[in-house]
């Protein structure tokens, strides 16, 4: 693994936020009350009645002396105006996008900064997989199209998130903009604590150089003892997490998986995770597919060991994508991430072997057929690799 590692740290407080309409408003909240820094950095950004309200929380922060810094991926935000662009820039916000789209970059364009974090005076830090959208939150409705999670993260922590922040901000005008070269913290993974209370670390992957995060929850799997609980919306993991995943069934595992149903905005990506059902299931995994909305949230409980944040697990996004989590050890925080995970299964429709071998004609051809086609993009990028 190259690069360094963050260590884990004590004496964190943490704050689950379940959905748009509870964490949008403090969010807003916190830039409203900002003296001194904002950071914020994401990958889906679009100009709506959302965008609208941020833009103008970040606008109000620069404009009263605050140093306001934004790093948007530049394909995620395509639909982020000129207009919003130019408001925060006359303002006074530093504007930065990722890894500009263009036809010459040919398969680098894939590069892209998934990351979502808010960083306030350097006090507090949210982390978790929204983006600036109206399917997330719309000031003028208490409920979302996307179910989404976002957690708050106030003690020594913040100033871990802070520095992976600035070294993807600083490195970002470069050519090679996702391989910054500065590193930091330890020469390898720590080993998870057994037990405490405000535990946390950060855990990121940086494209094919890094991938901490991944390593980390492969450990936390294969060392469960009592539950494994994974949601994630696009079900296409590495071979390990499988593997991983069906071994602790065999042992006798709570092994639960909480996927997208039909509400997605990939079809074709849902399709193509439908072929390691069979596999999983046979073994004694259970899968629940999310059914009120497209279930959006990356999130983990490993016995007591949590990991949420921007990665999806899969083999697409840790090829590609500037990922980072957050990694707690809280009593607090694992019983309302245990709480959301156990109202998400009651709304779920779980799925039996004998109803995935029963499913009709037509979903087994898309099956195959997605199937087929993410297994041939892989391939022929593990070649090109």
Known sequence: MRGAIFPWRDDNQFNLMIDGPAFFPRMIAAIDGAQ??????????????CAEAVVQALVNAAQRGVMVRC?????GSLAFTLSLRTRLTEAGVI??????????????????????????????AVVGGTGVTDEFWRPDQDASEWHEVMVEIRGPLVLDW?????????????????????????????KAPVSGSGLGRVAYADSRQHRDILQSLIRSLNTSRTRIWLATPYFLPTWKVRRALRRA??????????????????????????????????AGV?????????????????????????????????????????????????????KSFERDFLVSSEVSLADWKSRPLWRRVKQRLWGWVDRLVVNALDRRG
Not at 71 to 75: C, H, M
Not at 95 to 116: A, P, T
Not at 319 to 333: H, K, S, T, V, Y
Request: hydrophobic fraction near 40%.
């Open 36 to 49: 001194q820094h904002v950071e914020l950095e994401l990958y889906l950004v679009e100009a709506g009645v």
């Open 71 to 75: 790093l948007f991926d530049d394909f």
């Open 95 to 124: 504007l930065r996008f990722y890894n500009r789209v263009h036809w010459r970059r040919g398969i680098r364009n894939f590069y892209r900064d998934h990351r979502k974090l808010l960083l306030v005076d350097k006090a507090l």
């Open 162 to 190: 802070q520095a992976l922040f600035d070294r993807q901000f600083h490195a970002n005008p470069r050519r090679r903009a996702w391989r910054p070269a500065e590193n930091f913290g330890l020469p390898r993974l720590p």
């Open 249 to 282: 069934a065999s042992r006798g595992v709570d092994v639960r998986l909480l996927l997208t149903g039909p509400r997605t905005d990939h079809p074709s990506v849902r399709y193509a995770g439908h072929r390691y059902y069979p596999r999983l299931l046979k």
């Open 286 to 338: 259970k899968i629940f597919e999310y059914q009120p909305c497209f279930l959006h949230l990356k999130m983990v409980l490993v016995d007591d060991w949590v990991s949420l944040g921007s990665c999806n697990f899969d083999h697409w996004n840790l090829r590609f994508n500037l990922e980072a989590n957050l990694e707690a050890i809280d009593p607090g925080l694992s019983l309302a991430v245990q």
